[in-house]
Structures are given as C-alpha cells and as structure tokens.
C-alpha cells in the first residue's frame, strides 16, 4: 500500500525521491519505467499521486500518462512528471493527458514537498 | 559555419551545466577549459548527444572507476561507498551525464525549438580518437574540480550542418530548476 508511485529509469533517481519522501513520512512505490509504472498502479489502488520521468525505455512517462487515464480508466490520480525535459510540446501533451504539474530536473524535495502532501491527503 | 559567438555560448551553456548538474548540492565546483585532451587519464567516458537538424552535439564524461571516484558519486547520492554495488555506480555516473546534458537540452532549446537528447551510453575513452570523423567544428576541453573530489573531465565537440549564430548573455543563465509548475 502506497501513497506515491515513483517511476524513473535510474535507480539513481529512483533511490533520492524513494527516501527523501519517505523520510517524510510517505509510503512510497517504484516502478523502472512506464510499462512497470502501469503494473504498479493497477496492482495498488491506494496510489493517490505518481511521479514520473519522461524519457524512459519500453515505455515513456507521457505515453504512460495517458494509458493511465485510457486504458487504466483511472481518472483520479495525480501525476507530475519529473524530467530534465523542458519543450513546450512535451507539456502540452502531458496536459493533453490529464497531467497536474511539472518538473524540471534536479529534484529539489524541499520545494515540493507541502504539494505532494496535499496531493496525497497526508 | 558555427560563428565564434555560437561557440562561445556552446561552452559557456555547458559550463553552466556542469556546475549545477555534477556536483553535490551547495558543493563550490570550478570549470575550467583546457587547451587539449593530452591531461585527460580517465579510461572510461559516459557519451551523450543532443541534435536538432542544424546541429549535433557530443558531450564525453570522462572517469575512471576508483576509490576516490566512487566515493564521489556515493557522497552525491547520500550513501555509503562501500555499500555502493557496480550497478549503482554506474547508474550514478550515467545519471550524472544525463542531468548535465538535460540541463544544457532545455537551454539550448530556447534558441533551437526542435532539439532531442540520448540517452547516456558508458564507452571505452579511447573511442574519442575518432572524434574527427564527425567532422567536428568546434571542440573543447573541460577540468570540472569540486572540493574532496577527484578532477573530472568533459569534452564538447560540435558538428553543424548549416550556419548557425547564437549568443548567450548572462542574464540567460540559471533556471527555476525543481520548481513545480501546475496546470
């Protein structure tokens, strides 16, 4: 049971946001890439936020967004992408997907953190 | 033809990205330019690219997977050095790679709309012998040094293929970096 589904293909990344939020007192998931984000939601319907990278193999976090409202029906979950992606088309299509926010890599957890808190209900 | 003002602003974003991508946070990191590769030692090099159809750039991270090294990127990623496995280190340089590059993406995207990045690829250093197949037109050469790190070392080299002219004030430099921007 998970509040918050981290999906990144760098364990690097993966690790820094796993621990930073739950030392926060957050229950946190991981996922390695788009498709394993997909099995993980589905597995766990406490998810109320995911952040996820963009740029992944197998399967993107945009094309990943919008299975989860598609193919998942899953219509309520937050998600914010958490990239060093910065295209104005690359946003746009995550709005286009129902994405709530983003964010520009290096992660700074401190800035963010009240937000996802709020997200999640904790 | 690449103008010395779209040289100039290749180095000083790369620069810019090497300062805040490479180092631990709040870390003072110098970057320095060399005149050539001849005092660069490290054996292994993280290779990434960022392209448009005017362009392609290389960016090589050097290292070399030793002690002091390790213990580097551990220090970055808050854990223990000796409890850091092979995988983890090099995912840590490979990460580091693409954080920098990613940053100089999204810079040089507000002069190149349409611009992509790789993804990070670990070589042996010797490959960058073969530099000048790429017909490059501008290369240079970076010392990174960070306090109780070792010096690490990056290349640039740019092949273009039409003339390209841009420059990069000051006032240009730094982002809003890890600031959530909601829709």
């Given amino acids: 049971m998970a509040q918050i589904l981290v999906v990144d293909d760098s364990s690097t990344v993966r690790a820094e946001v796993g621990d930073f939020l739950k030392k926060n007192g957050l229950d946190v998931a991981l996922a390695v890439d788009g498709r394993d984000g997909l099995v993980k939601l589905k597995g766990d319907p406490s998810i109320k936020l995911v952040v996820s990278d963009v740029n992944m193999p197998n399967m993107d976090g ?61 | 033809m690449l103008t010395q003002s779209a040289k100039d602003g290749f180095d000083t974003l790369l620069m810019q990205s090497l300062k805040s991508g490479m180092a631990p946070s709040g870390a003072q990191v110098e970057v320095s330019t060399l005149a050539d590769d001849a005092d660069i030692p490290e054996k292994k090099m993280v ?23 390790r213990a580097h990127f551990a220090r970055i990623n808050n854990i223990d050095a000796t409890e850091m496995s092979e995988q983890t280190f090099m995912d840590a340089i490979a990460e580091s790679g693409n954080l920098c590059c990613g940053i100089l993406n999204r810079d040089l995207g507000n002069f190149f709309p349409h611009i992509g990045m790789s993804t990070p690829n670990v070589i042996d250093s010797n490959c960058a012998a073969y530099l000048q197949t790429l ?34 004030s000051a006032d240009e430099l730094g982002s809003d970096t890890g600031e959530l921007e909601l829709f």
């Fill in chain 2, 135 to 168: 017909n490059c037109q501008h290369v240079r050469h970076f010392a990174v040094d960070m306090d109780n790190s070792p010096r690490f070392h990056v290349t640039l080299s740019v092949s273009v293929y039409a003339d390209i002219d841009f420059a990069v």
């Fill in chain 2, 47 to 69: 290779v990434l690219t960022v392209s448009s159809y005017l362009f392609r750039l290389m960016v090589m991270f050097y290292f070399t997977p030793d002690t002091a090294t």
């Fill in chain 1, 62 to 122: 945009l094309t990943m967004a919008e299975k989860i409202r598609s193919e998942l029906g899953n219509a309520s979950v937050n998600i914010i992408m958490l990239t060093t992606e910065n295209s104005p088309i690359m946003k746009e299509r995550g709005k286009a997907a129902g994405i709530k926010g983003w964010i520009v890599k290096p992660f700074k957890g401190d800035a963010v953190l009240a937000t996802f808190k709020k997200l999640v209900g904790a």
